[in-house]
């Protein structure tokens, strides 16, 4: 077994932490091995000027730390499962899943407010946060937000929007749930695919017996399965809910799988 592990990061508080996570589970298993997080800055967290959808997609994400592993910089990365792109390398297999946290969307707002301030915009980050939104408050306008948490909330505080739409996950895993003023159903709101799942990235014909145990079955099957479906019905960083034909009424049963006029293949 390898005395020394490289995790593959990006730079925001959220992204090392959960490496962090990944990195304790190892050390405490094994505790000989050396492990290392080796952040980086990836395209998507460089253009922040423009949606994801239109500058390439969730793919930007993980493109460098993607170029670490098949050059041997990194044995392993870190991911947020929902903000992978739908196709992988079989090159860089998804080792394990991690238990999933909590895969709700939740309304953020400023700090001291209780009510949403219908003069200013809800951020969001993704298109279908967005068209959903737009049910759920018909009357707010909805905004694009891009950068890390802090970047969002310190935005948010600055008086730039009524409130935010973010994962509850990130918010728990730093702390933040006391920020949180509203969650959403996911009835009322469709998560993403692998929403609050960690995802860990390898590089194919490695060793990583270190890694045992670490896996969540019940998150590896809801991740697989999610996954499946939302790539079946061409979806990814927003290319699903494009489509103006279809109503989010009618893409809701979709995503839930009580569609049953899809190929029982799905």
């Known amino acids: 077994m390898n005395k020394k592990v490289v995790i593959g990061s990006r730079e925001s508080k959220l992204a090392v932490l959960q490496s962090q996570m990944v990195r304790d589970y190892i050390v405490c298993k094994h505790p000989e091995t050396d492990v290392e997080i080796l952040t980086m800055k990836t395209t998507g967290d460089k253009i922040l000027d423009r949606t994801l959808d239109k500058i390439g997609g969730k793919g930007l994400f993980v493109k460098e730390l993607d170029r670490a592993l098949l050059e041997g910089r990194s044995q392993l990365s870190v991911h947020s499962l929902k903000d992978m792109p739908m196709e992988i390398s079989e090159e860089l297999p998804i080792l394990a899943f991690s238990r999933r946290e909590d895969a709700r969307d939740v309304l953020v707002l400023p700090e001291g407010c209780h009510t949403l301030d219908p003069s200013k915009p809800i951020g969001c980050s993704s298109l279908r946060r967005k068209l959903q939104l737009k049910e759920i408050y018909p009357d707010m306008n909805v905004k694009s937000i891009r950068g890390n948490l802090q970047t969002r909330l310190e935005k948010l505080d600055n008086g730039d929007y009524a409130g935010l739409v973010l994962a509850a996950a990130g918010l728990k895993r730093l702390g933040l749930e006391k920020r949180i003023s509203r969650y959403f159903d996911t009835e009322e709101m ?27 079955l019940q998150a590896h099957q809801a991740a697989a399965a999610e996954r499946a479906f939302v790539k079946y019905l061409n979806g990814g960083c927003g290319s699903l809910w494009r489509n103006q034909r279809w109503s989010v009424e009618t893409y809701r049963p979709l995503l839930r799988g009580r569609n049953r006029t899809l190929p029982e293949r799905i």
Do not use: C
Not at 194 to 208: C, E, M, N, P, S
């Open 190 to 216: 469709v998560p993403a695919a692998g929403q609050g799942i960690l995802a860990v990235q390898g590089r194919k014909g490695l060793d990583y017996e270190y890694l045992e145990g670490y896996d969540d």
